[in-house]
């Protein structure tokens, strides 16, 4: 499958990668992917050893092919404790057992991109994490300058808190990542520096305001006029 005709009527289900997949997979993966992956990583998704996954499948296609994978999400599950993001969800060190999701890939076809296809699959893995009452965030990395994939990740609510400098090694030159989370069940997403500013200052606004209001009042009750400047 290289070009495969799209239907307007397209009917697209999901559901978990098999091992009927795998050549599939690693055809979509190669193709969309500069990144090479080992063929041991294929074998450990349509296995599900130490993986989770979704793929995209339209059964409108012809007989043959209507469960043939146009796009699939690949994600494991890690230790809260050993991950880089351990900082920044108030983990709590006396829970062990607490976890993460770390999407490994999303990847759709071209011809069927622009369905909503990439959205539906990041939800399932929402939802995944969302059942999992130890699981405090998903996150994941995207190269910096692919775009297309940052604005997804901002629509699907995911934040961008952290950017990693020569992150990826491809054909020889590196390349910087963000790294973006969705916190789920309690996991705290960490403030960026504008932010935490602009908390800062609305506090110290109100506070002020505040101070200046009782300092300001009459013996008879009344409130006088004080003007305070915008910050």
């Known amino acids: 499958m290289v070009n495969p005709e799209v239907s307007s009527q397209a009917k697209i289900?999901?559901?978990?990668i098999q091992p009927s997949d795998l050549n599939i997979l690693e055809h979509i993966y190669t193709e969309l992917f500069p990144i090479r992956a080992p063929p041991a990583f294929y074998h450990d998704v349509v296995n599900g050893c130490g993986i989770v996954s979704w793929g995209a499948v339209d059964s409108s296609r012809p007989d043959g092919q209507s469960d043939e994978l146009i796009?699939?999400?690949i994600a494991c599950v890690v230790l809260a404790k050993e991950s880089e993001v351990l900082d920044m969800l108030g983990?709590?060190?006396?829970?062990s057992d607490q976890t993460l999701v770390h999407i490994l890939a999303l990847g759709v076809v071209e011809a069927y991109r622009n369905f909503g296809i990439a959205s539906s699959l990041l939800r399932e893995v929402i939802k995944y994490a969302s059942s999992t009452?130890?699981?405090l965030s998903v996150f994941l990395h995207v190269i910096s300058d692919n775009n297309p994939a940052i604005s997804l990740y901002?629509?699907?609510?995911?934040?961008?808190?952290?950017?990693r400098q020569g992150f990826y090694l491809i054909n020889g030159q590196h390349y910087d990542?963000?790294?973006?989370l969705y916190c789920i069940n309690g996991g705290r997403s960490p403030w960026s520096p504008l932010q935490l500013l602009t908390s800062i200052v609305s506090y110290t606004r109100t506070g002020f305001n505040s101070m200046v209001g009782r300092l300001c009042k009459s013996e008879d009750g009344k409130v006088s006029t004080l003007k305070v400047g915008k910050v």
Request: proline share 7%; charged share 30%.
């Open 133 to 135: 009452p130890t699981c």
């Open 154 to 163: 901002k629509k699907m609510s995911f934040k961008c808190v952290r950017r």
């Open 177 to 180: 990542a963000y790294l973006f």
């Open 13 to 16: 289900s999901y559901r978990p």
């Open 91 to 95: 983990y709590d060190s006396s829970k």
């Open 71 to 73: 796009g699939f999400v």
